[in-house]
């Protein structure tokens, strides 16, 4: 079994930072991607971020400039560093990572998702 937990979420002021960071564990041979998604009330899911084995990273248009992603693959944690926020950032914010187990294959797991609000 492979479990993906999320930490950081938070209240924060418009303009202010927050940094996620996402941890999974369990039994697998690798993790090839890992990011992270967002759903805002009333709204559908989209992709925020993603970063391969190599580092390659990918960014929503919404969120290029303001955030970074980035992995310790001696951790399998990735972390997602938030600037400048802004309302429209306020979402429950979902980590995944794509994994490869020798019985299943490759498989994506999908943490509880952690609060992110921004207020002032």
């Known amino acids: 079994q492979v479990r993906v937990v999320e930490s950081g979420g938070d209240l924060v002021q418009p303009g202010g930072s927050l940094r996620l960071s996402c941890a999974a564990s369990?039994?697998?041979?690798?993790?090839?991607?890992m990011g992270w998604h967002r759903q805002a009330p009333g709204k559908q899911r989209e992709m925020v971020a993603r970063?391969?084995?190599?580092?390659?990273?990918n960014y929503a248009d919404a969120v290029q400039g303001r955030f970074t992603i980035s992995r310790d693959n001696a951790k399998n944690t990735v972390y997602l560093q938030m600037n400048s926020l802004e309302p429209e950032d306020t979402a429950v914010y979902y980590c995944?990572?794509?994994?490869?187990?020798?019985?299943?294959?490759?498989?994506?797991?999908w943490g509880q998702g952690t609060q992110v609000t921004v207020s002032s």
């Open positions: 970063i391969d084995s190599g580092s390659y990273t």
């Open positions: 369990g039994r697998f041979v690798s993790i090839n991607d």
């Open positions: 995944y990572a794509r994994v490869f187990e020798l019985v299943f294959g490759t498989r994506d797991y």
